[in-house]
């Protein structure tokens, strides 16, 4: 299980914290995630048996913003087949916005529906022999518990019902901070194909150039992040993004081929690339 405070897999050196650069040893470690299973009935988005291929950590939606039965069920046992760690991502009950609207949910009813959604997911984890290893938030609900310390709360009310499991998210926020009181491990994140703001955080995805569209650019940025723990936020500052776990949207045109590119690109840096949890 990874660390409380610094995200550290076990037997790895502990990263730094929020703010400073990362390790920059040969042997530093970075976990690969990207968003799994976000489909329903006969549509799918995600590539996810080419991205199974490549990542360390599958966040799989839960039925809330996409996925269903089927869909969970299948992921899971080609994540189990392939030793990809599998984390739930919970989102707010918004099928038809793909969970990316905010919602003003009361703290109990959310945290009695990420709890609903981490057991739908364990279920089907158990049946392909294995557990859900973490949880991330999806869409609207990541970013309004990066400053909303009340849905963040409840969003960690509700992985305290599940169990113990790790909280991916971003370093910093209301998430990690409520998470880390409760005595939850938490891991920090950062984006390989979003742009940043000055203050460390995602851009909102309605302005422009929320999404880094050039794979040279995504490709480039994730080396910088991994092994230089700093980015280039949308106004020119170089921006402290320390982070144990790198995300690659699933959703994104070419995810796959993305996704691999920047996995060879980090190995050839010389980092070690393996699952957190």
């Not at 990809?84 to 918004?94: E, K, M, T």
């Not at 400053?147 to 926020?173: C, I, K, T, Y």
């Not at 891991?187 to 569209?213: C, I, N, W």
Request: net charge negative.
């Amino acid at each position: 299980m990874a660390d409380a405070v610094t995200g550290a897999a076990p037997g790895t050196a502990p990263r730094t914290p929020p703010g400073t650069a990362p390790d920059t040893d040969p042997g530093a470690v970075i976990d690969l995630n990207a968003d799994l299973g976000e489909g329903f009935g006969r549509w799918r988005l995600t590539d996810d048996e080419a991205l199974l291929s490549v990542v360390t950590s599958a966040n799989v939606a839960c039925g809330f913003h996409a996925g269903d039965p089927s869909t969970m069920w299948r992921v899971c046992e080609l994540a189990a087949e392939r030793g990809v760690r599998i984390g739930a991502q919970v989102s707010y009950r918004d099928l038809a916005g793909f969970g990316r609207r905010s919602m003003d949910v009361p703290p109990e009813e959310l945290a009695a529906e990420v709890a609903y959604q981490i057991g739908a997911l364990e279920v089907f984890a158990r049946a392909a022999g294995t557990t859900v290893a973490y949880v991330k938030p999806h869409g609207a609900l990541y970013n309004r518990a990066v400053h909303d310390a009340e849905q963040a709360v409840a969003v960690v009310a509700g992985v305290r019902l599940a169990g113990e499991l790790p909280v991916l998210g971003l370093p910093g926020s209301q998430l990690l901070l409520a998470a880390a009181r409760e005595g939850l491990p938490t891991v920090h994140e950062a984006f390989a194909d979003r742009a940043y703001t000055s203050g460390g955080t995602l851009v909102p995805r309605r302005e422009p150039g929320a999404v880094l569209e050039s794979e040279d650019e995504v490709v480039a940025r994730s080396v910088g992040i991994a092994r230089d723990g700093r980015v280039t936020a949308i106004t020119g500052e170089r921006v402290p993004v320390a982070a144990r776990s790198l995300c690659v949207h699933g959703d994104t045109p070419g995810a796959a081929r993305l996704a691999a590119r920047v996995r060879e690109s980090l190995e050839a840096s010389g980092l070690r690339i393996a699952a957190f949890a």
